[in-house]
């Protein structure tokens, strides 16, 4: 999928934010297109992510071609490289399955004070919270999920502007939708301390275990009763959440993963 968002300014923004880098004394001008942002390339090259119904966009994806040395493709983008017509001029190609490394920011373990006031502000008492997180592209099929706890809350992530009260009231982060992809809101909710419960896949295993929350198979009733389970006994929630913060720091630290992703694109250009 070549397209991934509407935020046609927040394309822009990250173009003109990353235009010019520079690896080993050589300037890299290079060129993520959607969705690069989810696996956090954002952070290394310049990442357009223009609206599928946004021609205008779409005229300065040509333009910004016209200048990259290389061009990146993520994940189901690299299905439509013909698409991009780019003749034989154009510049090369570099291609992610976008099954590799996620980069987090690193992020403190939630406090209770700020536990408490984050619940206060949704309205909850003591009742279990789980957190929804999925890719964007999952959207429909995430929230078609239903777990039925009885007495569980349902927070999700759809409202960016209240993502930090949302993840410290939660007791659980849980990816119901199974993906190629491990959802960044996973990791970034296992970073800040929640047990992770996710859908077994290959992309999920290096995070989530029996260590840092529940990887289950996509059967009835498995995943809620791997949640009810966890949410039901806080002192195994809080040593699975210390776990996954670990984890995540550990297996998403940026900052080699930025360099490699350097590498790539400047060993790229001819």
Same mark, same amino acid.
């Given at each position: 999928?070549?397209?991934?968002?509407?935020?046609?300014?927040?394309?822009? !923004?990250?173009?003109?934010?990353?235009?010019?880098?520079?690896?080993?004394?050589?300037?890299?001008?290079?060129?993520?297109?959607?969705?690069?942002?989810?696996? #956090?390339?954002?952070?290394?090259?310049?990442?357009?992510?223009?609206?599928?119904?946004?021609?205008?966009?779409?005229?300065? *994806?040509?333009?910004?071609?016209?200048?990259?040395?290389?061009?990146? $493709?993520?994940?189901?983008?690299?299905?439509?490289?013909?698409?991009?017509?780019?003749?034989?001029?154009?510049?090369?190609?570099?291609?992610?399955?976008? !099954?590799?490394?996620?980069?987090?920011?690193?992020?403190?373990?939630?406090?209770?004070?700020?536990?408490?006031?984050?619940?206060?502000? $949704?309205?909850?008492?003591?009742?279990?919270?789980?957190?929804?997180?999925?890719?964007?592209?999952?959207?429909?099929?995430?929230?078609?999920?239903?777990?039925?706890?009885?007495?569980?809350?349902? !927070?999700?992530?759809?409202?960016?502007?209240?993502?930090?009260?949302?993840?410290?009231?939660?007791?659980?982060?849980?990816?119901?939708?199974?993906?190629?992809?491990?959802?960044?809101? $996973?990791?970034?909710? #296992?970073?800040?301390? *929640?047990?992770?419960?996710a859908l077994d896949t290959p992309a999920v295993r290096p995070y989530v275990d029996r260590t840092t929350g529940s990887c289950v198979p996509a059967r009835s009733g498995v995943l809620a009763s791997a949640v009810a389970e966890i949410a039901a006994d806080p002192v195994r929630r809080a040593a699975m959440g210390?776990?996954?913060?670990?984890?995540?720091?550990?297996?998403?630290?940026?900052?080699?993963?930025?360099?490699?992703? $350097?590498?790539?694109?400047?060993?790229?250009?001819?």
């Amino acid at each position: 999928m070549l397209v991934s968002t509407d935020a046609d300014d927040d394309a822009r !923004l990250a173009v003109d934010r990353h235009r010019w880098w520079t690896a080993a004394g050589i300037p890299v001008r290079t060129l993520a297109l959607a969705p690069g942002r989810l696996g #956090g390339l954002d952070h290394v090259v310049p990442v357009l992510a223009p609206s599928v119904r946004s021609w205008s966009l779409r005229g300065v *994806l040509r333009n910004e071609v016209a200048w990259a040395e290389v061009v990146v $493709l993520v994940g189901p983008a690299a299905d439509r490289r013909r698409s991009l017509r780019l003749g034989p001029e154009g510049p090369p190609i570099v291609v992610d399955d976008g !099954l590799g490394a996620r980069v987090v920011e690193p992020a403190p373990v939630v406090t209770p004070a700020e536990r408490t006031a984050a619940r206060r502000i $949704l309205g909850l008492d003591d009742e279990p919270a789980w957190l929804l997180v999925h890719d964007a592209r999952d959207r429909s099929a995430a929230r078609s999920v239903r777990l039925d706890l009885p007495g569980a809350v349902r !927070l999700d992530l759809d409202d960016r502007n209240s993502t930090e009260i949302v993840v410290a009231a939660a007791d659980v982060v849980v990816a119901p939708v199974a993906s190629a992809a491990v959802p960044l809101d $996973l990791l970034a909710g #296992g970073v800040r301390g *929640l047990p992770m419960v996710a859908l077994d896949t290959p992309a999920v295993r290096p995070y989530v275990d029996r260590t840092t929350g529940s990887c289950v198979p996509a059967r009835s009733g498995v995943l809620a009763s791997a949640v009810a389970e966890i949410a039901a006994d806080p002192v195994r929630r809080a040593a699975m959440g210390a776990a996954a913060a670990d984890r995540v720091r550990s297996v998403a630290d940026p900052a080699p993963w930025w360099g490699a992703w $350097l590498q790539r694109c400047t060993s790229a250009i001819p």
